[in-house]
């Protein structure tokens, strides 16, 4: 069987010419529009819809992740939950999370990019909400789980289907740079929710208040149209079907030759990614609520500045990504990232904690970002969420062990040493990009497998 185009091998010459003379002959700016093999030029307006229908819901995703870890004291005082019970239901969220990952990312390649994300955002949305409505342990720990199987999609969905969408110019920006820079604004929303509603009417009405966001992202992703490069990898599909008269073909993403390599290298960046996101931030205010006796709201309002800091860091990153390459960018973030940690964790004032804080949480949102955009150019359109979902959803599995393995560190030998040992892991971000190719700069076909 011969590979299309569309599922990644080199487009045919007459495709590719005719997008050379469509981008002439409507005077395009090189790096402002992508094209696909099929000569289909995808606005750059198009891709910007895109980007914050994805982007929005992820950060709706950072909102209903974050609200529980950064409330865990109040709620784990409420229902007499101790600190090492918190990291097991963080786990729990964390194996949804895994679960949710590689099922989204499959689940694209089958009905689209927009339906899956609009079935994502329902689910977790509405297990959000539930969250606010009961009090045994037992269907908090539930919903959780549930919460994060469909929170998972956001990623999983929603970065491969923004990087069809981007120009290899500023691929990164679009990709990772809105949509972790939506992130973190989800997280500044959280904690603002966490700051002005909770001491008024409690931490419940945090998670009630999640159903006006959801709402509002799911009316913007009926107003995108799906992935262009979707379409015709489903429209080249039919026509095989067609033309063989087979049932509808199965290609293994194991079977392709250099898969196992970049599955690798995504493995490699994904336990780091989300074994340091999670061995940080999710008992980031009780740190330091322990180590330097700030009071919980205090704790949630430094938190937010840190998120502040990831905000502008992701754009930073991700441009950077688009100028230098993917790769030296990332081993970059990797080094800074290492010294940060270092640095804040064992900083003896909470002024010094405050500044090297707010870098090393601002450094995954340069790491994310990166990470994200790169995973996304791997594998061709046919299989590309199903790859990201595998690479990701192997790093999350692995990450499940974070929350608990923390939450027992802190009770156990204090709140530095867990987070300074976390300072490690971005070793494994640096033998990642050694490994993988660069990607930077270039259409889609031209690198994917």
Known sequence: MTVSASSGAAPPAPARV???ELRHNEGILA?????????HVIPFKQALMVALAAGLGYGFDAYAVN????????????????????GVIGSLFLVGYTIGTVAFGYLA????????????????????????????LGAVTGLRFLTGVGGAGELAVGAPYTAEMWPPKHRAVGTGGIMFGLYSLGYIVAALVALTVVPTYGWRAAFIFAAVPALG???LRSAVDDSPRFKEAQEEMERMIALDSVKHPRVSI?????????????????????????????FLTTFMIHKFHVTAIEAVFYAMLFYVAQFFLSFFGTWL???IGRRPAGILGALIMIACTVLATTATTLNAFLVFGALMVGMLGWLWGVGDTYLSEFFRTSLRGTGFGIMVGGGRLVSILAPVAVGWGIAEFGPTGPFLATAGLWLLTIAGYLMGPETARRELEEVQL
């Not at 790096?31 to 000569?39: C, I, K, P, S, Y």
């Not at 609200?67 to 918190?86: N, T, Y």
Request: proline share 2%.
């Open 31 to 39: 790096g402002e529009h992508t094209v696909t093999a099929a000569g």
């Open 254 to 282: 194991w079977s392709i030759p250099g898969a196992w390599r970049r599955i690798t290298v995504g493995w490699l960046l994904y336990v780091a990614n989300t074994c340091g996101y999670w061995g940080i931030t999710y």
């Open 109 to 136: 390649d089958k009905i689209g990019r927009r339906n899956s994300l609009r079935f994502s955002i329902l689910l977790y949305g509405t297990t959000t909400v539930l969250g606010g409505f009961v009090s045994n």
């Open 321 to 323: 990504s688009d100028v």
């Open 217 to 219: 992202v799911l009316w």
């Open 67 to 86: 609200i529980f870890g950064m409330l865990s004291p109040i709620i784990a005082k409420e229902l007499d939950i101790s600190v090492k019970m918190i």
């Open 18 to 20: 005719g997008a050379v």
